[in-house]
């Protein structure tokens, strides 16, 4: 069985930055994409950024310039740099990776990090 561990989200006042990890631990082959959302109060799901594993990188619109997706394969780890970050920033941030075991390709979501923007 596969977990996805998320850790770096919290309060920050606006223009501050914040780091977000998410670390894959079980029985993993290898980890194909990396994805990061996030669900703003009273919204929907919403893509932030998405990393493969040969590291090329997409990120939505309202991030690019501010956002930075990166990956350690080797710690099976992706990261989530934030600056310049803004009220509208605000939600719970979401890590998904495709897993591939020994058995199976599984799509496994984190129990998501809580990133406030406020002064």
């Known amino acids: 069985q596969v977990h996805l561990v998320e850790s770096g989200g919290g309060l920050v006042q606006p223009g501050g930055s914040l780091t977000l990890s998410c670390a894959a631990s079980?029985?993993?082959?290898?980890?194909?994409?990396m994805n990061w959302y996030r669900q703003a109060p009273g919204k929907g799901r919403e893509f932030v950024a998405t990393i493969a594993r040969d590291g090329i990188t997409r990120l939505v619109d309202s991030v690019k310039g501010r956002y930075t997706i990166s990956r350690d394969n080797a710690k099976n780890t992706v990261y989530l740099q934030m600056n310049s970050l803004k009220p509208e920033d605000t939600a719970v941030y979401y890590c998904?990776?495709?897993?591939?075991?020994?058995?199976?390709?599984?799509?496994?979501w984190g129990q998501g990090t809580q990133v406030t923007v406020s002064s």
């Open positions: 998904n990776m495709g897993v591939s075991t020994s058995t199976r390709l599984s799509d496994i």
């Open positions: 079980g029985s993993i082959v290898s980890i194909s994409f």
